[in-house]
């Protein structure tokens, strides 16, 4: 997509725990009244519209984080129970810039794509004394201290941008990890930060047995 398509009012979807990354798919199963209007009104447009997560559970609209990723649907299905199930291809992150006034029930925001117009590249470059091995060895340990199923072999058919962002979406992350990661636009900052998020969550494993 070139970057003059992309649109600067867009439909948001804020949801904990939900991050996606551009060039991931999300699947989503819709069921509130609002998010269903939001679908519809998007599958009758462009069929574009932001993830993004919430700073918090407690209002109906909540603080939003700065940070979110643009999505387009790619598959929608509708259930006799009235709830949609799509599926949403990541595009592009966006800096939220501000809120509009409120005319549907779901909320649109004024956002700004300049800060990640790299998403928008071939992400294939590999990153100069990048250990794979090493990496994969280090994700199939914490998974395995969580007692969460992956498949090494799949993971590592993925480049690195693919790989930091697939195991951000699948892990048991905190909000807060999960949001530096995806604020984050140097591919070889996102490998750091990923990296540090291990090793402190196998830390805290560690202790946490340690202490039982």
Same mark, same amino acid.
Request: glycine residues 2%.
């Given at each position: 997509m070139n970057k &003059?398509? !992309?649109?600067?009012e867009i439909a948001i979807f804020p949801l904990s725990n939900a991050v996606f990354f551009p060039g991931t798919i999300l699947p989503l199963n819709i069921f509130e009244d609002r998010y269903i209007q939001l679908v519809n009104d998007c599958m009758k447009s462009?069929? =574009?519209?932001? =993830?993004?997560?919430?700073k918090n559970k407690l209002s109906k609209s909540p603080d939003v984080f700065d940070v979110g990723c643009l999505g387009k649907i790619i598959s929608f299905n509708e259930t006799s129970d009235k709830r949609i199930i799509i599926s949403l291809s990541g595009i592009i992150r966006f800096r939220i810039k501000k809120e509009? $006034?409120?005319?549907? /029930?779901?909320?649109?925001?004024?956002?700004?794509? $300049?800060d990640f117009l790299c998403d928008l590249k071939d992400q294939k470059n590999q990153i100069k004394n990048y250990n794979q091995e090493n990496l994969l060895e280090k994700i199939k340990?914490?998974?395995s201290?969580? &007692?969460?199923?992956?498949?090494?072999?799949? /993971?590592?058919k993925l480049n690195i941008d693919q !790989?930091? $962002?697939?195991?951000c979406m699948?892990?048991?992350? $905190?909000?807060v990890e999960k949001q530096k990661i995806i604020e984050t636009v140097k591919l070889e900052n996102k490998l750091k930060l990923l990296e540090e998020i291990i090793n402190f969550n196998l830390f805290e494993?560690?202790? &946490?047995k340690t202490i039982q």
């Open positions: &003059n398509d !992309l649109p600067t462009e069929r =574009m519209f932001g =993830m993004i997560q919430p509009q $006034s409120k005319e549907k /029930l779901y909320r649109k925001f004024t956002v700004d794509y $300049s340990t914490y998974f201290k969580i &007692n969460y199923p992956v498949e090494p072999a799949e /993971l590592a !790989l930091i $962002s697939t195991v699948i892990s048991p992350f $905190s909000v494993i560690q202790e &946490n």
